[in-house]
């Protein structure tokens, strides 16, 4: 009899194993860091981009209701391939674009501005990549979207697409 | 030259003080560095990574120790930015205690079937 309750237990605790692990099975192993895990932007200095001044940004998030901080790289294709969308976005009103230009080569930087457009109204240095992890990014692009209170309402990982967009359009409304 | 003795003194303690903390503070981030989780090329400590999130994120840990935060607060710092996944040792809360206590109930389980076989035998 104990010998039975011993089997059946031990064939119940695999039986458990295996469906734990054959559901997992399908679970994605790329882990990406939840998309609201801070509410609301975190202050820091930064350098401009053309002057090499540094400036709060606080200096910079006051006059609008919507603001849209790109983390952008002139090395970077998928910047390259969303960079129409934001193109797109700059000509709405109640919206600020605010460049952030991660670990980049200054030069390389201006190129790309002036070939593909500018969509910034302002756009900062981070040369190390610090001031991106400061933001809880991990890499480019990263868009976050974020009202006049400096709270973040929505964060993108990887290039804007038309969804996105659409996204986006709804939640400046 | 007893003046100079006590500048050259001076100048030797100040030094190896300096090398001693900046040895330390080395410490620290390679100690802290082999907790923290590459989110490029996940299943590698940011101790181990080359990518350039895992440097940028070595020069921000470095900056918060200069800063005067203490290694808890780091951690909290990063969770807070990138939530608890970011540690390689999780902590003990509600959703983890099954993963800390599972080997403790383990080992005693085995235990307590050892003994009593060999209570049996004897």
Redesign the interface.
């Given at each position: 009899m104990k010998n039975k309750i011993f089997l059946i237990s031990l064939l119940l605790f695999f039986s458990f194993c295996f469906v734990v692990l054959f559901k997992g099975l399908n679970n994605s192993?790329?882990?990406v860091?939840?998309k609201t895990?801070?509410k609301t932007l975190a202050n820091f200095v930064a350098k401009d981009f053309f002057t090499e001044k540094e400036i709060f940004f606080d200096q910079v998030f006051i006059d609008s209701e919507f603001y849209i901080l790109n983390i952008w790289s002139s090395w970077c294709l998928p910047c390259i391939k969303e960079h129409p969308k934001l193109m797109q976005l700059s000509k709405n009103k109640s919206l600020k674009l605010i460049g952030l230009n991660y670990?980049d080569n200054k030069k390389n930087a201006k190129k790309f501005i002036n070939k593909f457009g500018n969509p910034y109204s302002n756009i900062f240095s981070d040369r190390?990549?610090?001031i991106?992890?400061?933001?809880?990014a991990?890499?480019v692009p990263e868009t976050i979207i974020i009202d006049r209170n400096k709270k973040i309402l929505k964060k993108f990982i990887g290039p804007l697409d038309d969804k996105s967009i659409k996204e986006i359009n709804l939640i400046i409304k | 030259m007893k003046l100079l003795r006590i500048f050259l003194f001076i100048i030797i303690v100040f030094n190896t003080n300096q090398a001693f903390s900046d040895e330390n503070n080395d410490k620290l981030i390679n100690k802290i560095s082999k907790n923290i989780r590459c989110l490029i090329c996940q299943g590698q400590s940011i101790y181990d990574s080359q990518s350039d999130f895992a440097i940028s994120m070595k020069l921000v840990i470095a900056k918060k120790l200069n800063q005067g935060f203490s290694e808890n607060e780091i951690y909290e710092f990063l969770k807070n930015k990138y939530g608890q996944w970011i540690m390689y040792d999780p902590e003990f809360n509600k959703k983890t205690f099954i993963l800390w206590i599972l080997p403790i109930l383990l080992f005693l389980l085995g235990g307590a079937i050892v003994y009593r076989k060999l209570n049996v035998q004897k």
């Open positions: 192993n790329v882990y860091p939840k895990t801070e670990r190390d990549g610090t991106a992890i400061e933001l809880g991990y890499g | -």
